[in-house]
């Protein structure tokens, strides 16, 4: 069993950063790949970006490309969204997940998800 808590959410003006933490539980988060999803008002979930049990693959969506970066630390059990230049468009409810295989960029696809940390960027 792994639990995921995300933090690092909030209010921010457009071109602003944030950096997002999702920390997780359970000896065998390093074996596990990542993913962030994101899901705004009236619109259905999507993969914002996925890293393997290493860091050393990575996964992004088109939308976030050149602007967002993924990474982990496994001796802290924490995997990072790192968020720069954030547009009005990228405000969303902002969810880390964990699941057991291999780097997946499909939503059904993972095991745990956390609760999820609001980011709300204002024009």
């Known amino acids: 069993q792994v639990q995921l808590v995300e933090s690092g959410g909030g209010l921010v003006q457009a071109g602003g950063s944030l950096r997002l933490s999702c920390a997780a539980s359970?000896?065998?988060?390093?074996?596990?790949?990542m993913g962030w999803f994101r899901q705004a008002p009236g619109k259905e979930r999507e993969f914002v970006a996925a890293?393997?049990?290493?860091?050393?693959?990575?996964s992004y969506a088109d939308s976030v490309k050149g602007r967002f970066t993924v990474s982990r630390d496994n001796a802290k059990n924490t995997v990072y969204l790192q968020m720069n230049y954030l547009k009005p468009e990228d405000t969303a409810v902002y969810y880390c997940?964990?699941?057991?295989?291999?780097?997946?960029?499909?939503?059904?696809?993972?095991?745990?998800w956390g609760q999820g940390t609001q980011v709300t960027v204002s024009s």
């Open positions: 997940a964990a699941r057991t295989t291999t780097i997946s960029t499909l939503d059904h696809k993972y095991n745990y």
């Open positions: 359970g000896r065998t988060f390093s074996s596990y790949p």
């Open positions: 890293i393997n049990w290493s860091g050393g693959a990575t």
